[in-house]
């Protein structure tokens, strides 16, 4: 391989990006030892195994991965502002759409999701951490470093540039020789392991980490989407992996899987990529289910509408979610019976998803609703989602497909869905947990600004991508009316879509500000209940101590922190005498760290075929696997008296009344 | 604030009436202008899916807003408050039951047209067969029973059937005439069939649909409809004043680069086949034949 142009070179924006990479790298590095916070961050962050900070971390790389989409999509939507644009060539604006779909599905939505695992889920089951808290570690240091991997591209090497799916022959070493396509591989490979590993994670946490009175059937809806998600991502994540590798022999090895002369067969890899593509999109949106079904129950003060019709749904979407992946080429020609049963299937998945609309729409009914923050954006996601259902029941009826698909309706189609489900689902999580992971809650004002440019900004920017398809505008072009000589119109419904995205990039400045400002001078929460919460996470402090319960707590029923207020409140409740024991907790550990760098090593050695590079990364991963399974010292005891030393100081700061656990 | 979310709820209306009514002109919305039979059977099962899906959405909508506005957590909110009621099995029969009823209709009719749409939209013409192969970053079609070729725009019959037979010899694309029909993919090593048809005479737009890599975004075509004598007219003339495709020419056609419309008198015999089969194809059993009646049974044998 021609390794000649090592650092990408002759793009203005790029040597840009290299000096501003160049400025922070060192302004963290100078503040890091002039502050003398080497130590701490590497006892506080980098070795930690607290499924708290560990979902902090996730939640902070998650939101730099969403700026870094997002200004890809700002990017993309300035080229196709106007017409014959020559802002980017093709093949920087081939670059850039393929990382913004690789990074916004798999750096931010994947993280973010995996934040709100981490932050929510065993506060939320009575847990004091996961069930491999050491795995745990491992997972995030995968995907973080995996995400790295991917994004230095761009400045070394150079980006791929076949599309975030990269379909085979394109992403063959034919047409797209050069590391880019490589860095895509290993980016999303060894993050991809991660991913499978926080899946085993949870569903192992979910079942067996419970507080031992707390049933399935009284689980909150939340760790019900969160062990529905986590069981799709053990049915799919493996085929990812195996069709990942299947394109590294093919490019290092010169294989034949898909390729087009020697008996490759490109329709597997597009099959392969959507078996676990898209039930991939249903992993992420079930989490997003799951945080409405907490906000929507605290802010009508109401009992969740149809419990177990809601856990049946989520159930049903991810096994049916199996069954759909067809519907992305339906045009590839399978024969009209197979086209029909997809076609079907994927129309079915939609049945699922309305009951739960109407459940939550019966949980407000009859309640008293509270318009809070994380409220706003359940309301936004309700007819956002229903519509971008809709236009996704419209592509699943096969012979309309025909006519969408690949057109800026789908387009469209997924972002509604994965913005208006997905993104704002999260950021309702966000805004609805982080009182409880930080004891901060987030700035009401900037907030409603951000709110409210998202909004408009989404509505501007992805109506007329609707209108866009049905003119018959295909995604994926760097420029239009340039060479054939037609003017199809696309252009003022195209400069109305690229305001929206600016409207969209300038909401997510105002949530940056809302966050900095709030961490400075917003309203510390003191009770640890800041919304009169109704599930076990606000029954203890916020921030919780890093065991999370001192006494693992008692559930009687769902919603056990609400009704256990209620007797406090009528002063029924049975304050037993509290008896602390010992907390068994596990020792922070670097070695998921090392493990990750080497993994960095092995695919970027890899990525340029350096295979002393990529071998010795390899074996450097072996070395940290053998170092851990020599590691006697693993764990150690929270003593009482520290327990009763940290509670007492956690409840004198808080309220009074607080007398549970 | 909340003077100010008023305006701009407004602002977002007028902005969203702005964009439908610039784009009110309907010919620009080219998949809702069908000029042939299946065109229009899918623009038929678009509106129906659009109708079916609004009977859901606008009812839930309208709800929504209801259930917003009468239970607000407001001191002398006099609406019901029920904390306990979280099941009703009535209700969750109606909201289990209205979708599966609607999905049924929908799946009926997705299924009907599916169907259809394999065979030719009409039985009482003779067909036409069309092969196009997708190249980076051109279209070449190739008449065989004309023994012609064309680069970037093709010219039909209008009122006959035509079948298009559909490969690629570059990464996969997809074939795209809006206003005629859907489109279908075209891959290396592989022959598919999309049956068009236009029914006026007229000009359409055609182009890519699946990337292909850094000159795809020009990858548009035009399709011709004429009337059946003039498309015979036509191919005479193409067959008498245009260039050769020879192998070598073909060869250098299919490199990567950007081309503009051409026509060639003829061109190797075979040549559809033999770019199917280099890229494999000798390892599909086919399921449409490959449109040149003249190899058919050569292609028989090597299955």
């Known amino acids: 391989m021609d390794n000649s142009h090592f650092f990408v070179t002759g793009d203005p924006m790029i040597y840009g990006a290299d000096v501003s990479i160049i400025l922070v790298s060192l302004a963290i590095i100078i503040y890091l030892t002039y502050f003398k916070k080497w130590g701490w961050l590497w006892r506080e962050w980098i070795t930690t195994v607290d499924h708290k900070k560990i979902g902090i971390m996730y939640l902070l790389s998650s939101l730099l991965m969403l700026f870094r989409g997002g200004v890809d999509a700002v990017l993309m939507r300035i080229q196709l502002a106007v017409p014959n644009s020559h802002f980017l060539a093709s093949e920087h604006y081939n670059e850039i759409f393929t990382t913004h779909g690789t990074i916004m599905i ?139 590798a299947m394109l590294t022999i093919d490019r290092l090895l010169g294989g034949h899987f898909f390729t087009m002369t020697g008996g490759g067969n490109p329709m597997m890899w597009v099959n392969l990529i959507w078996m676990w593509g898209h039930p991939e999109v249903y992993i992420v949106v079930l989490p997003a289910f799951g945080v409405f079904s907490e906000i929507v129950a605290t802010f009508s003060k109401k009992r969740i509408f149809g419990y177990a019709s809601m856990v049946f749904s989520m159930i049903a979407i991810s096994i049916v979610s199996y069954y759909t992946w067809v519907h992305h080429f339906f045009t590839m020609g399978a024969g009209a019976n197979v086209n029909i049963v997809f076609a079907i299937c994927t129309m079915i998945i939609a049945i699922p998803t309305g009951v739960k609309v109407f459940n939550w729409l019966f949980t407000m009914y009859r309640g008293r609703i509270r318009i809070t923050q994380p409220m706003l954006w359940f309301m936004a996601f309700v007819p956002c989602f229903l519509v971008g259902g809709a236009t996704g029941v419209m592509l699943a009826a096969a012979p309309a497909d025909y006519q969408y698909h690949n057109s800026y309706f789908l387009i469209a189609h997924f972002h509604q869905v994965l913005i208006g489900g997905v993104v704002f689902g999260y950021l309702a999580g966000m805004y609805y947990w982080f009182p409880k992971i930080f004891g901060i809650k987030l700035n009401e004002r900037l907030g409603k600004w951000a709110f409210w440019t998202w909004q408009i900004g989404f509505y501007v920017c992805f109506m007329p991508q609707y209108a866009l398809g049905f003119m018959g505008m295909t995604r994926r072009m760097y420029t239009y009316n340039s060479t054939m000589g037609w003017d199809m119109g696309w252009a003022p419904l195209n400069m109305i879509s690229t305001v929206g995205a600016f409207l969209m990039g300038i909401g997510f400045i105002f949530q940056v500000w809302q966050i900095l400002y709030s961490i400075k001078h917003g309203e510390r929460d003191v009770t640890g209940d800041a919304w009169d919460g109704r599930t076990l996470e606000w029954s203890i402090p916020s921030p919780p101590p890093v065991y999370n319960f001192a006494i693992l707590p008692v559930v009687k029923g769902r919603d056990a922190w609400w009704y256990q207020k209620q007797e406090m409140q009528k002063g029924s409740y049975q304050k037993e005498a509290v008896k602390y024991e010992p907390i068994h907790m596990p020792n922070n550990s670097g070695i998921p760290f090392l493990m990750a760098v080497c993994f960095f090593i092995a695919g970027f050695g890899f990525t340029f075929e350096w295979w002393w590079m990529g071998i010795a990364g390899l074996i450097g991963v072996f070395i940290t696997l053998f170092a851990r399974s020599f590691q006697y010292n693993t764990d150690h005891f929270i003593s009482v008296e520290e327990i009763e030393r940290t509670e007492n100081a956690l409840r004198n700061h808080g309220s009074i009344h607080r007398t549970a656990n | 604030m909340n003077k100010w979310i008023q305006t701009a709820k407004l602002s977002l209306l007028a902005f969203l009436g702005t964009a439908l009514l610039s784009g009110c002109d309907r010919s620009k919305f080219i998949v809702l202008d069908p000029r042939g039979p299946v065109g229009k ?11 079916l899906c609004a009977i859901i959405i606008i009812p839930v909508i309208g709800i929504f807003t209801y259930i917003v506005l009468k239970y607000r957590d407001k001191p002398n909110n006099k609406a019901p408050y029920q904390p306990e009621w979280d099941d009703n099995k009535f209700l969750e029969i109606i909201w289990w039951g209205i979708p599966i009823i609607i999905v049924a209709i929908l799946g009926v009719f997705t299924a009907k047209t599916t169907m259809n749409l394999t065979k030719p939209p009409v039985k009482d013409v003779d067909p ?66 999309l049956w068009l048809q236009a029914d006026k005479v007229g000009e359409y737009f055609g182009s890519g649909a699946n990337f292909t890599g850094k000159g795809f975004a020009h990858m548009q075509f035009r399709v011709k409809a004429v009337k059946q004598e003039e498309f015979n007219k036509w191919a005479k003339q193409v067959q008498k004043d ?38 494999g194809g000798i390892y599909y059993d086919h399921m449409n034949h490959m449109g040149d009646h003249t190899t058919m049974s050569d292609m028989n044998m090597k299955k």
Do not use: C, H
């Open chain 2, 242 to 279: 245009s260039p050769v495709l020879t192998k070598a020419g073909y060869k250098k056609l299919s490199k990567p680069s950007l081309e503009k419309e051409l026509s060639f008198s003829s061109y190797p015999i075979g040549l559809f086949e033999d770019i199917v089969n280099k890229n």
């Open chain 2, 128 to 193: 036409i067969v069309v092969q196009v192969t997708s190249l980076d970053w051109k279209w070449m079609f190739t008449y065989p029973d004309k023994k012609i070729a064309t680069v970037n725009y093709a010219e039909i019959p209008a009122g006959v059937p035509v079948q298009f037979i559909l490969t690629s010899d570059a990464p996969m694309n997809s074939f795209w005439v809006p206003q005629l029909g859907g489109q279908e993919y075209t891959m290396p090593g592989m022959s598919m069939g």
């Open chain 1, 106 to 244: 798999l750096f931010m939505a994947m993280p973010f999701m995996f934040a709100l695992f981490n932050m929510v889920v065993p506060l939320q089951i009575g847990a004091r951490d996961v069930a491999y808290p050491f795995l745990n570690a491992v997972s995030f240091w995968l995907f973080f470093l995996g995400a790295m991997l991917l994004n230095i591209s761009f400045v070394i090497g150079g980006s791929p540039n076949a599309g975030w799916l990269s379909y085979a022959p394109l992403s063959e070493n034919d047409f797209s020789p050069g590391p880019g396509q490589n860095f895509w591989i290993w980016g999303i490979q060894i993050s991809g392991i991660g991913s499978l590993m926080t899946g085993i994670n949870f569903v192992v946490t979910i079942l067996k980490m419970r507080t031992p009175t707390m049933r399935l059937r009284d689980m909150p809806l939340f760790s019900w989407s969160v062990l529905a998600s986590s069981i799709a991502i053990l049915g799919v994540f493996p085929i990812f992996t195996a069709t990942l």
């Open chain 2, 41 to 51: 059977q899918e623009y038929n099962l678009i509106i129906l899916s659009v109708i």
